[in-house]
């Protein structure tokens, strides 16, 4: 079983939990086994574009929280690995800002919840509903992404199975899109566990002891993982690993849980194809 995390948020984001300091992570995380893990909270834009409250840091607080989190990595240095990070989105001329996170922390994991449309317009998933068009756009900013050597994992490739009704053949030209350009670029796709957490244990945002059965009944409501996605993905050779996605301290405690879950999403023989690494740094 993977015991690394690369997909960790704190409460500057201002949509994680707002009582959890850095520390107290980092000791859930110990208790699981954990090896490794790099924080990458939602990123700070030097151009405010996402002016949405609530979704990211604010810029003026990088300075706090890359000191918070070597402080922590020199504290827990002989019971795990701590690196620094952010989760940013790729957007056509904020290449350099981008990279100057880049330079600045160990681990950028692309995240794309937003384009722009044709008048320079945030498109967002999760509210807007895109068009077949938009979503081709989605998986060209990725495999732009890739190309211009910015994130070393993508998370949630599959996020553009929100508000899409099925996986037709837009869909799985999209897969295929993003999961060719992972192959070319040696980039890894990660399998994401925080819809699930968020359909099941933490279904309504109001934590439950459901047993793993009634857990399993809640998954048609997941959009992410995609089964199909992943089906498309196991005809690569890209690499794959799972991520927490931590808003809550709760989602490393049911790490198993909803490993298990997210494989029965996704299925056992798909399961066995995919390449999964043992550390992104091997």
Request: aromatic share 10%; charged share 35%.
């Amino acid at each position: 079983m993977q015991k690394f995390n690369y997909h960790q948020h704190t409460y500057r984001c201002g949509h994680a939990d707002l009582d959890m300091k850095d520390e107290e992570y980092i000791e859930e995380y110990i208790k699981m086994g954990f090896k490794k893990i790099a924080f990458t909270d939602h990123c700070p834009e030097k151009n405010e574009i996402d002016k949405r409250n609530d979704m990211r840091m604010k810029y003026n607080a990088r300075d706090e929280y890359l000191s918070s989190i070597q402080k922590l990595k020199e504290k827990y240095a002989d019971k795990i690995e701590i690196e620094t990070g952010y989760e940013v989105e790729y957007l056509p001329g904020e290449e350099e800002n981008i990279k100057e996170l880049k330079n600045e922390t160990n681990k950028i994991v692309l995240g794309q919840h937003f384009i722009y449309d044709d008048n320079k317009q945030l498109r967002i998933f999760n509210r807007d509903n895109f068009s077949d068009e938009e979503l081709i756009r989605y998986a060209e900013y990725i495999e732009k992404a890739m190309q211009l050597n910015i994130p070393d994992i993508i998370v949630h490739p599959d996020i553009y199975m929100c508000k899409r009704e099925k996986f037709g053949n837009i869909e799985s030209i999209v897969a295929n899109m993003i999961c060719k350009a992972a192959e070319k670029y040696n980039i890894p796709l990660e399998i994401n566990l925080c819809q699930v957490f968020n359909r099941t244990y933490y279904e309504n945002k109001k934590l439950n002891n459901d047993s793993i059965e009634i857990q399993n009944s809640k998954l048609k409501n997941v959009a992410y993982p995609c089964r199909e996605f992943w089906e498309i993905a196991a005809k690569y050779n890209v690499k794959v690993l799972y991520g927490i996605d931590v808003h809550h301290k709760e989602q490393i405690m049911l790490w198993n849980e909803l490993v298990e879950l997210a494989n029965e999403i996704i299925g056992k023989e798909t399961i066995e194809k995919l390449n999964f690494i043992e550390n992104l740094d091997n």
